[in-house]
């Protein structure tokens, strides 16, 4: 009976070890990091793009997506950002628009992405500030 109990304790253990955390499934791909932030594509759900925002730093940060390129093609992106609570993720959605600042209703299955993230933060003492890229990530939604 004890070897069962500790088997299993074992395995429990190896699994929990496996087990990606803070939002960042094992299907995640890195795009780009830095010491603030941690930006992966998610998931495709319904042919929509989800990116998750981990941020590592100790302030809360505002992510803004400045420009996407899927496939080749460029759009224009929701200057609004989301904002990360520090030491924690976001999963966000990709909304796109075109140049008279229409949504566009796009449908992704796979393919290349190409883009830039753009985030800041301010505290009293404190500001953060950076753009990341990523070229032509190749994504199998």
């Not at 299907?27 to 998931?43: G, M, V």
């Amino acid at each position: 009976m004890k070897k069962i109990v500790s088997l299993l304790m074992t395995l429990v253990l190896l699994v929990s070890l496996s087990m990606p955390c803070q939002g960042v499934s094992a299907k995640s791909k890195l795009l780009c990091k830095d010491k603030h932030i941690e930006i992966y594509f998610k998931q495709v759900k319904k042919g929509n793009i989800y990116f998750t925002y981990k941020n590592k730093s100790k302030l809360d940060i505002r992510v803004d997506v400045r420009f996407t390129k899927i496939n080749g093609k460029s759009y224009y992106n929701d200057y609004e950002g989301k904002v990360v609570v520090a030491k924690e993720s976001r999963v966000v959605k990709l909304e796109l628009y075109d140049e008279d600042g229409e949504e566009v209703k796009y449908k992704f299955k796979k393919g290349k992405l190409s883009g830039q993230f753009e985030y800041f933060s301010r505290d009293d003492d404190i500001s953060y500030y950076g753009k990341l890229n990523f070229k032509n990530k190749k994504i199998n939604g």
